[in-house]
Each structure stands twice: as structure tokens, then as C-alpha cells.
């Protein structure tokens, strides 16, 4: 009995010492989100959930920037990864910081103008003599002005209130019409039973379909680990392919990291985004080349940058590949 006893205790040590061994082995890695964890996230956080970084040999922390920028944060090492946007990219590539954009969390771009329905904005042109609730980003006006100008509106009608980042506590008070991405704003405005008209940027003009958001990382990290970059997307993938196929689980599993979040409203926004993760793609976090040109052509016309990049170092699905 007792020679059985100790072989049981002997087993169970090893048992702990195999275990300690394997956690210890995993190369560690980090992905800093865009903003406060949200639906778009998801798949980040059902791959560090059901284990799929893990299989990858990968200990991935999911960090939140904090008052830095994302962008900065990853070109100077101090994360592997990041979530982004094909505009920030380009931006970035400009002034010779080589951030790379590695996969397309959503296929289409999913933001848009949104106004309450008694302000009765049914077109571009009810801009108009109108108050338009910025959240300051550095292409906004321009595009704004490119739709107005499309529409034969007049973008100096529009008087224009800086500094607005929440859209149900200003829309209606402080601005007539704000842009918001309708996988959160649009989807807790049905929720909360809010009328809205809704107009889709990428309805717009073809050029304002592009990647928003997307995956980032460092030209040096890519170069030095691309083993590790392909162990990680590979994880994503299956994280967003379970949140296409299971949005309501997925849903879950981000309530559970981010319990601060609204559970019926996540539940309706990833619902939403499950048909938007992959759209018509391949496969998810497929980027096209046409998509890159035509967006980085527009910011080169309305010199957001000094000229058009080189797309081919700016964007890759090599590390989607298997």
C-alpha cells in the first residue's frame, strides 16, 4: 500500500514539474488594443480563453494604451502586436516609421454618419446648417468635406464641435450628427430602442471602404520573429472564425474578461460583427491591394501625407498563411 501510495505521489510529482515546465516554455508575447476593450476585440479574447494561444506556444497579454498611443507603442518595441487603422498605418509609413498592418479585423468599414431622427438628416446634403460632433481625427474633416463636396453641399454650413468621444451623451445636446461605427454606437441605439438615420460611409464613395480596424506590428519585430507573428495570427484567426460561428459564446467569453461591459449590448454587437469579421473575404484578415492604393492615393490627394506609399511594405497575409 504504501509502495503505491508513493508511486501515485511520485507520478503526480512529475506530473507538476511537466506542467510548471510547459507554462515556463511558452514565449510570451503582447497585443495592445486601439481603446477600451470592445466587440471588435473579441477574437483576442477567445483565443486567450479556449486556450488557442497556448497550442501556439504563445503567453499573449492583451494591454490597454493607456494615455500613449498605440501605434507608438508598437513601433518602438514596447509591444509585439497592436490593434489599429489603415489610416494610422499610412500615416505612420509617411513619416518613415515602419509600422506593417498584418491582418483586417473587419472586412468593410462599418462606420458612418449618424443623427437622431427628429433632426431629420435624410441626406449629405442636410448637413447643412447643422452641428457635426468631432472626435478629432486627423483625416476627419477631409472626408467629411469629400462626401459634402460629392453631395454638392457646402462644408462651411456646418459648424463644427471639437472634442466629442461619446456619441449618446452629445448627440442631440451638443451636435446634430456624429460618425460612429455601427457594430457599437448603431447596434446600443437599436438596444436602447434610439431612432437614428444612418448613413454608411462606404456608401459614400468606394475609397472610404478601407480597413478600420486592423492588426499591427513593427517591420524589426516581423523581420526578427516571423515564426512567432504566424503562431499568433494563427490563434486570432481561429479566435475570429469562433466568434463568426459561435457569436453568442464569444460574446460571453468577453463578458467574462470585461465584465464591466453590457451583456445584451455586446451580445447584438457581436451578432452584428459576425457577419462583417470575414464578409466575403478567403479568409479572415485577408487585405487587398486595391483597398490600400485607392485609400493612400485619396490621403496623397488631400495632402494628409506628402505621397502615396509604398502599399507593398505596408500591408501584409504572409503571417495568415499557413
Known sequence: M????????????????????????????????????????????????????????????????????????????????????????????????????????????????????????KSVKDFEGKRYGSWDSPSELAILNNVMETAGADITKVKVISGVYDFFSTIGKDADFEWIYYGWDGVIAAQRGVELDYIPLKDLNPVFDYYTPVLISSENYLKDNAKTAKKFLKA????????????????????????????????????????????????WGMQLPGVWQSFSNWMSDEKLIAEPIDIDQAYTNEYLQP
Open 236 to 283: 486570432v484567426k481561429r479566435g475570429y472564425e469562433y466568434c463568426i460561428l459561435k457569436p453568442e459564446e464569444a460574446a460571453d467569453i468577453l463578458i467574462k474578461h470585461v465584465p464591466e461591459l453590457n451583456k445584451q449590448q455586446v451580445q447584438a454587437s457581436v451578432h452584428y460583427l459576425a457577419d462583417q469579421y470575414q464578409a466575403e473575404a478567403e479568409y
Open 2 to 121: 504504501k509502495q503505491i501510495i508513493l508511486a501515485i505521489s511520485l507520478l503526480l510529482l512529475l506530473t507538476m514539474f511537466g506542467c510548471g515546465k510547459s507554462q515556463g516554455s511558452l514565449e510570451k508575447v503582447s497585443v495592445t488594443l486601439d481603446w477600451t476593450p470592445n466587440t471588435n476585440h473579441t477574437g483576442l479574447y477567445v483565443a486567450q480563453e479556449l486556450g488557442y494561444f497556448t497550442e501556439e506556444g504563445l503567453e499573449v497579454e492583451i494591454l490597454q494604451p493607456g494615455q500613449s498611443i498605440t501605434d507608438q507603442i508598437v513601433a518602438t518595441g514596447k509591444s509585439h502586436f497592436g490593434v489599429s487603422y489603415q489610416e494610422n498605418v499610412i500615416r505612420a509609413r509617411s513619416v518613415g516609421i515602419p509600422l506593417v498592418s498584418i491582418a483586417a479585423v473587419i472586412q468593410h468599414n462599418t462606420s458612418g454618419f449618424a443623427s437622431l431622427k427628429e433632426a431629420n438628416i
